[in-house]
């Protein structure tokens, strides 16, 4: 049996039809054999049918594999559904039971329906393994003494009570992740609640780790451990409850049935004449951790919110710094930080004094830990609310704590007391201009040990990124740093510590005042000829990046420097540039290069123009190279940039060289960019090459070019009225059928496309549920829908608009007002670049507007398909609608100069 299941883990795809529906009833036999086998093999049974299962699912994104599982898994999943009803003994086991719940698990995820079935049989037994086992979990495993030896199984896996009750925490949370299961759960939310509190204790043997271990502490707490504990399955499943993205009865009403379980356990903890415990902080603990985490979700009502305030003046009073562990006190400071907006200046000040006095405390690790935590939050929280004076009598010992805390800390408490650090100088230029020496010193000591440490030297490379916005400290960092970042440049050096080097440098060259002294001058040469003599993705990347930071600073600069010499910077950062798109490196040397060549473009136009061919030829080399979405995306940029500054010049290039398949370059460069479009994805490529574009179009719309009337591309994929599910053997027999339409059309397409995802994207974050035009997804150019549902939901379907009217369209204009810039670039030169200025939806929708006022718009519109028709209808029945909208924020002008 360990066998078949190491089988069956390594099924692939072509081997489902063969295996599936032989070993399916075999399985069922064995399991309900309780005569012929014994637990162990019946437990084996189960878990090689959960893995089937699995692989089903896997495979059936692509194709459904599902129906290989339906003549016998009915029956089986009934006859799990029973097996959780045996009592322990002789034909049911903790290993069997725990078996059961994941099987089950698995099924949710491709039939939930059957599970819907059989939730009545399924939650009795469910309640029976939550309530029978609380006391023996709490009595042998919260508070036993951890020494008692965990009987395995063949696998070496524990067969223990905490691991059937993580089982059950991980069912549970397979039917919160379905919207269908929520009408059910409603009556047991809670029940669930409660004992999830209930659960989430700290073990004994979890206390002595963490107390041995404070690395260990930070990483099992972290929202994104790996770690498995019941603890964990706990919180896990409350994460679920409280996703954001359903919007359901149980979601709606999980804040009052948290609270409601948090009230009834802190009233039992707190019943008058109760004997002793030394282990009853563990539960006030869980409260607090629970508060810190919902409070969120708790204090948006407002008398819960008030009585969460209360209770934190209740846990204050009852336990003070020495009067209980410091697992128990530094969750209560992490609380109060969590729930700062609602509190006074004075008791905020007091909070942040003993934040500041945790942290201080070097021989009490944990409560440093819950200190920096704390600390993190009200930098994040009292900035938004512009309340930062409260700061200012802290701030000076704050920031020495949290320097010395740096020092000799293990990895993880390193990384949580860097990220305090940076928060807290992000607070007051004045303290870091302060503690500049040291802090330089400490950023270069963390940069030599930690070079491997690809997320701690990012933290390290963000601290010297403040020194080096703050014109005081600038000096510090070329006497303190360069020395030791110019060491490692110039000497053979791991390449990660050069990558490393690389990416520090960047941030003291971008924010020197220009001129480049002659020093930070000759970093950049050699910063070139580390790029051009290096094939590492990490240095080539990191290289470019800092080429990319001394052209936005120095400029001109680069132009004449050095003097005495004919080769000069610029041609250096050329030749360098032309080396990263070198086919001969790694398709991810050009992950970043399009935008070292748009600062190029924007920095130095003029200068650039009798070099525009050499990086033109090296950008279509790489071009015919890459695969991957991003670096294509980076490529098409170049191009797109390069057309809004030198449209005549790149088109006599590309149109002169031939491309790799007999026909022109300009032909090759449009026909990748046309089919790769609607894959980009980064905010700034992305406006780039939709303004690019809109260039062409222009341009081919207002001069008639030949060239580009010429060029056919790919347009829309042909269905069949009765085509099925298309599989690969299908797809190589019997290839996709597709138009082929002019590359103006086919632009004109793309546009429309962009509009409606732009539309789509307001309309989402207006909290609207209808879509544009009433289509349910944006599937470029009327391509299928994405993957179905593999089960009709019970009820009434979702309805669906098939017009969009005008208080709809009113809406999704506003809408596109209300986009967040949560994806704009945070990089100063994409800041500061005028396209990042242009309002894309409103500049996309006037551009769409004026090409349907010429006369080659019946053309064009022979070629849309029914969604860019309906998208284009909507653009021209709202012409009044944008013009207001234009003039009441003077949009027009600022987009169109931007782009133009």
């Not at 508060?291 to 009585?307: E, G, K, N, V």
């Not at 200025?837 to 064009?860: E, G, M, N, T």
Request: net charge negative.
């Amino acid at each position: 049996m360990r066998v078949l299941l190491e089988t069956c883990r390594e099924l692939a795809e072509d081997q489902l039809a063969g295996v599936t529906p032989i070993l399916m009833p075999h399985l069922h036999k064995i399991y309900i054999g309780e005569e012929q086998y014994n637990l162990r093999t019946r437990s084996r049974a189960v878990e090689i049918f959960t893995t089937i299962v699995q692989t089903v699912e896997y495979f059936s994104v692509k194709m459904d594999y599902r129906k290989l599982l339906t003549p016998q898994l009915p029956q089986f999943v009934r006859d799990l559904a029973k097996g959780l009803a045996i009592p322990m003994g002789p034909r049911s086991d903790i290993s069997l039971r725990k078996q059961i719940f994941k099987a089950l698990g698995s099924v949710v995820q491709v039939f939930p329906k059957l599970v819907r079935e059989l939730f009545a049989d399924i939650m009795p037994p469910l309640w029976q393994v939550l309530t029978s086992s609380a006391e023996t979990y709490v009595r042998d495993v919260v508070n036993g003494d951890g020494e008692e030896s965990a009987a395995v199984d063949s696998d070496g896996d524990s067969i223990t009570i905490d691991t059937l009750i993580y089982s059950v925490f991980e069912f549970t949370g397979s039917l919160v992740q379905h919207e269908s299961f929520h009408s059910l759960l409603m009556a047991h939310l809670p029940g669930f609640m409660f004992y999830s509190l209930y659960y989430m204790q700290m073990a004994t043997e979890e206390i002595e780790g963490w107390t041995q271990n404070v690395n260990m502490y930070i990483e099992d707490e972290d929202e994104e451990t790996l770690s498995y504990s019941v603890r964990l399955g706990a919180k896990d499943l409350l994460l679920q409850i409280f996703d954001p993205g359903f919007d359901t009865h149980l979601t709606k009403n999980a804040p009052r049935a948290l609270w409601q379980s948090i009230e009834k356990l802190y009233q039992q903890l707190t019943k008058p004449d109760q004997p002793p415990d030394p282990n009853r902080w563990k539960y006030f603990e869980v409260l607090a951790a629970v508060l810190t985490t919902h409070s969120p979700d708790l204090m948006q009502f407002q008398d819960l919110a008030q009585r969460v305030i209360h209770l934190l003046g209740l846990m204050k009073s009852a336990f003070t710094l020495g009067s209980c562990p410091d697992f128990l006190i530094g969750r209560i400071m992490e609380f109060q930080s969590s729930v700062c907006q609602f509190l006074e200046d004075d008791v905020l000040a007091e909070a942040l004094q003993q934040a500041v006095v945790a942290i201080g405390q070097r021989e009490r690790p944990i409560l440093q830990v819950h200190g920096c935590k704390a600390v993190s939050q009200y930098c994040s929280t009292l900035r938004n609310l512009k309340r930062t004076a409260l700061f200012a009598p802290v701030l000076a010992p704050l920031t020495g704590a949290l320097l010395t805390m740096v020092e000799g800390s293990g990895t993880y408490v390193l990384q949580l007391a860097l990220e305090t650090l940076v928060l807290v100088l992000a607070l007051s230029p004045d303290t870091t201009v302060a503690y500049r020496e040291k802090i330089c010193e400490v950023s270069m000591k963390l940069f030599l040990t930690y070079s491997h440490d690809h997320v701690l030297v990012d933290t390290v490379k963000d601290m010297v990124g403040l020194m080096a916005e703050n014109p005081a400290c600038v000096d510090v960092l070329h006497r303190q740093a360069m020395p030791t970042l110019m060491q490692v440049l110039s000497s053979n050096v791991q390449p990660m510590l050069l990558a490393m080097a690389l990416d520090i440098l960047s941030p003291i060259v971008r924010h020197t005042t220009p001129p480049l002294s002659d020093l930070l001058m000759k970093q950049c040469c050699q910063v070139a000829l580390i790029v051009m003599n290096t094939d590492d993705d990490a240095i080539m990347q990191n290289g470019g990046e800092c080429l990319r930071a001394f052209v936005s600073a120095a400029g001109t600069q680069l132009v004449e420097w050095p003097p005495a010499e004919e080769k000069k910077a610029l041609d250096m950062i050329v030749l360098a540039t032309c080396q990263l798109l070198h086919p001969s490196r790694s398709e991810n040397s050009a992950m970043f290069v399009g935008r070292l060549v748009c600062i190029l473009a924007i920095k130095l136009r003029d200068q650039l123009t009798s070099k525009l061919n050499d990086i033109l030829r090296a950008v279509l080399s790489k071009l015919q190279q890459v695969q991957k979405d991003i670096n294509v995306q980076s490529l098409i940029s170049i191009f797109a940039r390069l057309v809004e500054f030198h449209l005549v010049d790149v088109m006599a290039f590309l149109d002169g060289v031939c491309g790799p398949h007999g026909k022109s370059a300009l032909n090759f460069v449009l026909a990748r960019w046309c089919a790769s479009q609607n894959h980009f994805f980064s905010n700034y490529e992305k406006t780039v090459c939709v303004l690019g574009l809109c260039h062409l179009l222009r341009h081919g719309l207002n001069t008639g070019d030949k060239r580009l009337q010429e060029i056919m591309v790919p347009g829309d994929e042909i269905y069949g009225a009765d085509e099925g599910i298309r599989t690969r053997s299908k797809s190589k027999t019997a290839p996709r059928q597709v138009t082929i339409v002019p590359v103006i059309v086919k632009i004109f397409k793309l546009l429309l496309t962009e509009m409606n995802y732009q539309f789509e994207l307001a309309s989402r974050t207006s909290n609207k549920t209808f879509g544009l035009l009433g289509s349910k997804s944006s599937g470029a150019e009327g391509g299928e829908n994405g993957d179905e549902e593999w089960e009709d939901v019970d009820g009434e379907e979702e309805e669906d608009d098939d017009e969009v009217g005008v208080g709809k369209l009113d809406s999704l204009l506003d809408g596109l007002y209300g986009l967040d810039d949560s994806d704009l670039p945070r990089d100063p030169d994409l800041m500061q670049d005028t396209v990042m200025q242009v309002d894309l939806p409103i500049f996309l929708a006037d551009f769409i507007l004026d090409v349907s006022k010429q006369p080659v718009l019946p053309a064009l519109v022979t070629h849309l398909n029914s969604v860019e028709k309906a998208t284009l209808e909507t653009i021209m029945n709202s012409g009044e609608r944008l013009q207001s909208l234009r003039q009441s924020r003077g949009l027009y002008q600022q987009s169109a100069a931007a782009a133009e």
